[in-house]
């Protein structure tokens, strides 16, 4: 069992571009979350799925983020127009069932926007 | 305010020896979870509990609902202990509420 797949592992873009995060849940794994953590906030919940659908999204920014699991393979959270704020190291977990359910973590992106 | 009150923010221990880390919950969690941050910041799941007491190894965790507190018991320390460790509480939408982490570091 791999466990839970983030890439890219780092990216560097430029103020103003779109940033694209993917996540590979574990096999077999209905839940699938988002997370950032930065240095001054600390971890912040983002965003959950259970079988690819979305349940909650309360701790996305109303703008410019964006989150979609077309298949159980795979997540991805989508950025646009980064800004230097969004700087943070973006976690991607899934569990077996749901959010009550043991969260497994994968390694993170690192995304510093410029 | 915060929800979730973890403590001390840094600790430092000597090989062979050991210590407990507390989060504090300022409203009621149905269940807590513990994991380790480490050097090259994979978080690592360690506890998951709903109430009561679950030993693993050399850690042990308790989560005390009614009291509203969760401890994370370390004894014999060793070097790979070190890393960052986070509380996080299941609040009452099953959303997990971090603690700020307690940097662990372990000395020869």
């Known amino acids: 069992n791999a466990g839970v797949i983030q890439t890219p592992r780092h990216k560097v873009t430029g103020k103003g571009q779109e940033a694209t995060l993917w996540c590979e849940p574990i096999?077999?794994?209905?839940?699938v979350f988002w997370y950032r953590q930065t240095i001054v906030q600390g971890l912040e919940f983002l965003t959950y799925?259970?079988?690819?659908?979305?349940?909650?999204d309360s701790g996305m920014p109303k703008e410019r983020f964006s989150a979609q699991m077309p298949n159980q393979s795979h997540s991805t959270l989508k950025i646009q127009s980064t800004q230097p704020q969004d700087s943070a190291v973006y976690l991607c977990?899934?569990?077996?069932?749901?959010?009550?359910?043991?969260?497994?973590f994968g390694p993170g992106t690192r995304l510093l926007v410029l | 305010g915060d929800q979730v009150e973890q403590s001390p923010s840094a600790l430092s221990l000597h090989e062979g020896t050991g210590s407990a880390l507390r989060c504090n919950f300022t409203?009621?969690?149905?269940?807590v979870q513990w994991f380790q941050q480490n050097s090259r910041g994979s978080l690592i799941n360690l506890f998951y509990?709903?109430?009561?007491?679950k030993e693993n190894g050399r850690l042990k965790s308790t989560f005390n609902s009614k009291e509203s507190y969760s401890t994370l018991h370390i004894r014999d320390a060793q070097l790979e202990d070190s890393g960052t460790y986070f509380c996080?509480?299941?609040?009452?939408?099953?959303?997990?509420?971090w603690g700020s982490g307690t940097k662990l570091i372990i000395k020869p």
């Open positions: 996080a509480a299941e609040a009452g939408n099953y959303q997990l509420i």
């Open positions: 509990l709903a109430s009561g007491t």
């Open positions: 096999s077999g794994h209905s839940a």
């Open positions: 977990a899934s569990s077996f069932r749901s959010n009550q359910d043991t969260q497994y």
């Open positions: 799925f259970r079988n690819q659908a979305p349940i909650d």
């Open positions: 409203t009621t969690m149905r269940a």
